[in-house]
């Protein structure tokens, strides 16, 4: 171990967008400040990060000196050049967490001295209430040490799994993408009970009380969800008349089609970071 190496600790957060903050957050939450640094090329959003959570903020080559995990929070679109500036800071006594949407371990370590640790996640925004779901998957360098230090540093905001890298596509338009659709359809059921006459306000309590209670029956009964939704569907009932609704409506194909659209955006996402 280099004079270098042995120096380092802690984790650097490197970049300040949504869900580089959510991690950011839910990490301040659980543990304090203490041990994280913030890197983002934004000075406004830089200051903001800092007052906000009470971290320092660093450039990228005092960043990796001095934290032993670099988290790399970034769009997909901006790796290229992240990994470019980044190179010539990092050796393999670092640990490399890449929350990039798409981006394969194979593209990271290419970019990186030969030997680097990289670990590839897919975290969700809910981390930033400390219920996210975050997938991992170990790059050629990345062995199961570095996935239990990766997966304890996720499951300070929420729930955990690892998966082979070929299932990462997947993943990331389920759970990555996921909460955008709910939000979508609570979006429309909000506006469905204000066109059936309710208040804004009670309309989004109805629907958002129900969301969640519906998460955790899914979650903690054991059942399968048909099992639970013919539980509240009666023969000849309010429930059955609106299933049907949804079906005459393929509302079950539209959201297959849109997963297997995300799916295919992730790996178009990846596929242009390794021509690059």
């Known amino acids: 171990m280099s004079a270098g190496e042995a120096g380092r600790s802690g ?24 041990g994280i640094i ?18 320092p903020v660093l450039g990228l080559a005092e960043a990796a000196a001095r934290a032993r995990v670099l988290l790399l929070a970034v769009k997909p679109q901006d790796i290229g050049t992240l990994l470019g500036a980044l190179a010539g800071s990092v050796d393999a006594g670092h640990l490399v967490v890449s929350v990039a949407a798409g981006v394969p371990t194979s593209t990271i370590e290419a970019a990186l001295p ?8 897919m975290p969700n925004t809910p981390a930033l209430v400390d219920e ?6 170990a790059g050629a360098h990345a062995d199961e040490g570095h996935l239990d230090e990766a997966e304890a540093l996720l499951a ?3 729930r955990v799994r690892r998966v082979p890298e070929a299932q990462q596509d997947a993943v990331t338009a389920l759970s990555g993408s996921g909460p955008a659709y709910f939000f979508y359809l609570v979006e429309a059921m909000v506006d469905a009970g204000i066109l059936l006459g309710l208040p ?7 629907i958002v009380q129900t969301a969640l209670g519906s998460a955790v029956m899914l979650r903690d009964s054991g059942e399968h969800p048909v099992q639970l939704r013919e539980a509240v569907t009666s023969p000849g009932g309010t429930t059955i008349a609106a299933i049907r609704e949804l079906e005459r409506h393929s509302v079950r194909a539209a959201l297959i089609a849109a997963i297997e659209a995300a799916h295919a955006r992730s790996v178009e996402l990846g596929r242009t970071t390794r021509d690059r």
Do not use: N
């Open 11 to 34: 984790l650097a957060i490197i970049g300040g967008g949504k869900i580089g903050e959510a991690l950011l957050s839910g990490l301040v939450r659980r543990g304090g400040p203490d």
């Open 38 to 55: 913030v890197c983002e090329r934004s000075p406004e959003r830089a200051a903001q990060l800092s007052e906000r959570y009470g971290v």
């Open 114 to 121: 030969e030997g680097v640790p990289v670990v590839r996640v």
């Open 132 to 137: 996210g779901m975050s997938v991992l998957s």
């Open 156 to 158: 300070a905001v929420g």
């Open 200 to 206: 804004r306000d009670l309309a989004a309590d109805l």
